[in-house]
């Protein structure tokens, strides 16, 4: 098992929804005009989207709260500092702070108007810091 699969497995209460196609994940990749990152497209292959009681994280779903598509689409529209590559990671809902990713793995946060902050180098360390709380 990989370690992004195992780490995911761990958040508590976690609810997936359903995995996602690779035909789905290049359609939005399309629609984004960008690539995700390796961890990312087993995420989404793995269980589309996750919820859990600790946070949510973006995904291919119907609820457009935490679809990756309508997140990235609506947060660029607020900072014009966030490079075309990223995709939102996680909106954390509290003074603007959004969890972003880019196509090699790494994770960034940012606040509004402000430029991108990196923070780890793959979402399964995010997800580790996540977890430990």
């Known amino acids: 098992m990989s370690d992004i699969i195992s780490t995911i497995i761990?958040?508590?209460g976690m609810e997936s929804h359903k995995p996602a196609s690779e035909e789905v994940i290049k359609s939005?990749?399309?629609?984004?005009?960008?690539?995700?990152a390796d961890d990312y497209r087993e995420y989404l292959i793995n269980f589309g989207a996750v919820r859990?009681?600790?946070i949510a994280i973006s995904g291919i779903t119907n609820d457009p709260e935490y679809g990756v598509l309508e997140l990235t689409n609506k947060i660029?529209?607020?900072?014009?500092?966030?490079?075309?590559?990223?995709?939102?990671?996680?909106?954390?809902?509290v003074d603007g702070l959004v969890i972003w990713q880019d196509e090699t793995g790494t994770i960034y946060q940012?606040?509004?108007?402000?430029a991108p902050m990196q923070l780890y180098n793959n979402?399964?360390?995010?997800?580790?810091?996540?977890?430990?709380g």
């Open 110 to 114: 940012s606040l509004p108007t402000k």
């Open 52 to 54: 859990s009681e600790i």
């Open 76 to 93: 660029r529209l607020f900072n014009t500092q966030i490079p075309t590559n990223f995709y939102v990671i996680e909106d954390v809902g």
């Open 28 to 36: 939005v990749e399309e629609k984004l005009n960008l690539k995700f």
């Open 10 to 12: 761990k958040l508590p």
């Open 123 to 132: 979402l399964t360390d995010y997800l580790e810091y996540v977890i430990k």
